[in-house]
């Protein structure tokens, strides 16, 4: 296991504070606990020093109707080398000023700050992610970019360090950017045995876009003079090449003329909807079958294996094998 610097005699413990918010989910709360809590003599010293905090010592009230008792108020921050933010709810969850000025100092203080899912709207309330780049859960990020619009909102990445503020996307994702950290403090080594212990990969492929669910844009309100019928007559022929000029014809419009209305209609191009909508296909089948990936190529219109992979690491930032692997747990033949 990599151990701190060992020229350093009996060095201090990293001190964490995880926050205890109000209809916080348990998870996100769970996990830095898992991560940073256990014992020390399981580990090299010093591993972290763990306390749990709300904006006042006493009750909170956790998602699904839990209640959790933290016996520290919110002046732990002041002395944490690491603050951890869990999820909240981020449709209705208002931060009090004394967390947001908390946050603040110990952002100031040179502290490093963690958030976990949608604990980013927390951070972006105490403005300290404006002008910085933020993960959060591809459903929140919409929300993320409109109520916070100087934030820039990676709705792809699993989780971004962005060196003194580290932000991750859902569920698992915080136990990725908790792993992550454990990296960085103590090594590889460390984190791979944190992720034995927890049964989970301590580095995980690809990004989150391969979570998103696997449905292509939706098809604009059924008109006569729209483009709707074309993309019917598409969506049923993704198997075979299928040119511009051929959806444009189909339509009764030239090819300049029927790219207009597509774009107005349907919000992209026609060739980033046809890849879209093949790219949706590949991983329904890549879930749903144990086709060979030659045939999966061949069925969604990507063509050859290689096209296929080449369009899965651009988009999805991963391979059909291992795709599969995480939605059906087989290997590919």
């Not at 020093?49 to 956790?62: F, I, K, N, Q, V």
């Amino acid at each position: 296991m990599s151990l701190p610097d060992a020229s350093v005699p009996n060095p201090a413990p990293i001190r964490v504070a995880v926050l205890v918010l109000d209809e916080t989910s348990l998870f996100e709360l769970a996990v830095p606990c898992a991560v940073f809590g256990r014992a020390a003599a399981d580990f090299a010293p010093p591993w972290y020093e763990l306390t749990l905090c709300g904006t006042a010592p006493g009750t909170h009230h956790a998602a699904g109707g839990l209640r959790l008792e933290t016996a520290h108020g919110i002046e732990a921050l002041a002395d944490a080398d690491l603050v951890v933010v869990p999820a909240c709810m981020a449709d209705r969850y208002e931060p009090p000023p004394e967390l947001l000025d908390a946050l603040r100092a110990a952002h100031a203080r040179g502290s490093r700050i963690a958030s976990l899912c949608s604990g980013a709207f927390v951070l972006a309330e105490a403005g300290l992610l404006d002008g910085r780049t933020a993960a959060t859960h591809w459903m929140y990020a919409e929300e993320l970019r409109r109520r916070h619009p100087r934030v820039k909102v990676d709705e792809q990445a699993l989780y971004i360090d962005d060196g003194a503020l580290l932000t991750s996307a859902g569920t698992a994702a915080a136990i990725d950017l908790c792993l992550h950290i454990v990296r960085r403090d103590y090594g590889s080594a460390a984190a791979a045995e944190v992720g034995r212990r927890m049964v989970v990969a301590p580095h995980r492929e690809g990004d989150q876009t391969q979570y998103v669910p696997a449905a292509a844009p939706a098809v604009p309100p059924r008109s006569a003079a729209g483009v709707s019928p074309v993309l019917d007559w598409a969506l049923a022929r993704l198997h075979r090449p299928l040119a511009i000029g051929e959806l444009a014809e189909r339509a009764g419009m030239s090819a300049r003329t029927f790219g207009r209305h597509f774009t107005r209609e349907v919000g992209t191009t026609p060739l980033k909807w046809l890849n879209q909508q093949r790219l949706a296909r590949a991983r329904q089948l890549l879930e749903t079958t144990d086709l060979p990936v030659d045939s999966v190529a061949e069925r969604s219109g990507l063509g050859s294996a290689d096209s296929l992979r080449q369009h899965f690491h651009r988009t999805l930032g991963t391979t059909p094998a291992a795709y599969r692997r995480t939605f059906r747990g087989k290997r590919l033949p």
